[in-house]
Structures are given as C-alpha cells and as structure tokens.
C-alpha cells in the first residue's frame, strides 16, 4: 500500500488517522499541522502558555507534570508516539490557558494541528473524533491509575513498579534518580535511599543516569499489593 502524503510530499502515515479520514479532511489536515523538535529536556510548553493547536507525537516522547508550592515535580502523564496531550485538548476546544508543564522526556518530534483545523476536522472528520474521545478516556484511566498508586502504595513499592513499567527488555532504564522522583512526585533523597536499598539486594544496578533490573521477580513481588 503506498503511504499517505500531503500535497508538500511529507509521509503523513504516522499521525495514524489521517488515511482513514475522507479526502478533504486529509487537505485540510495537510495545510493546518506544523512540525517541530525537540531535544530531550526541552520545555515546549509551559504553565500558563496559551496553546496553539493540537500536540501529536511522532517520536520520542513528552512528559506533562506539575509543581508543587516547594517546587516538587509530579508527572501527570506521558505522551507516547501516535498520542495526543488531552490537557491541550482541554485548552483548545476551551479556550483555557494550560494548567501544567510539557518536557521531552527524549529528542521528539511533534506534529502540532493548529486550533482552528483541529476544531474544524472535529466537526466533520469521525477519525478524529473518535480520537478525541479515545484520548480523554485513556488519560482518565491513567490518572485513576496513578491516584490509585499512591494511595494504597508505598513508596518502596511504586518505585518498583515504576522501574517495572519503565525498564527496557534489557532490564534499563535511562533516567536520573532526580528524573525518577520527579515522575514519581518525590525527593531524589528518597529515591536514592530506596534505590541504595534495591542494590543491596542485588535486585537492581545504578550507574550515572542509568538503572538496570537484575532481578525483576523480585520487584514483581514487592510491587504486589
């Protein structure tokens, strides 16, 4: 099958939806979206920015989070490739200023739907609108998920799902420990402590901005409820 182009020949393929919504929606789509990259720690939005669109990640990755009064970061969510930010989402259709923080977890790139195409394939375009809607139920789940964590976990125990979820199939992780407590909305103080603790045990490996699962049956037990 030849892939999906716009009439400036980029490969549209992987925004997803786009080859199944009609022909005019694709050229509108086409006219309205702008791409842009971003190296990893990069803030391409920030709290209080207005948005100027929708934010479609290609690859790489963005993590939205928040600050706490003692400027303590806590991850909300992660947009992965083929995802969508719900809160600029929220924003757009709105008309809201952004509550929180966005960071390139790595080097990314995003394709960004300027407001008025987004509004205007919304009405019109059921890819799209399934999407929407997809996109707001996925985040609901995911932030019932976290709530979930930490209420009825303790810190131990989100750690060692957090490296779970988020360990390669080589058992790596490449973030900081700062990086970590961020998503996890605590102290680097903490985390080494736990990650000081893991080691010991031999259940993990820390190096300069790395973490490696050595034993991930153990931390699948402590993880259990």
Known sequence: MMACRDRRGQNMRELGFFCRMSPSGQE???RGHSRHRFTKGAVPVSKGQSVSGAYFVLSGGLRVFTL??????ATLYQIAPGETCVLALNCLFNDLL????VQAEEDSEVAVVGGP????LFETEKPIQ???VKALSTIVFRLMDELEQIHSCRLDQRLAQFLLRHASASGRIAMTQQEIAGHMGTTR??????????????WVETTRGR???LNPAALTRLAAP
Do not use: C, H, N, Q
Request: net charge neutral.
């Open 130 to 132: 399934d999407l929407t």
């Open 117 to 120: 195409t987004y509004r205007t």
């Open 98 to 101: 952004y509550p929180a923080w």
């Open 211 to 213: 973490v490696t699962v």
């Open 28 to 30: 509108i789509l086409s």
């Open 189 to 202: 103080e903490v985390v080494a402590r736990l990650m000081a603790d893991f080691a010991a045990k031999t």
């Open 68 to 73: 706490s009064p003692a400027g303590r970061e």
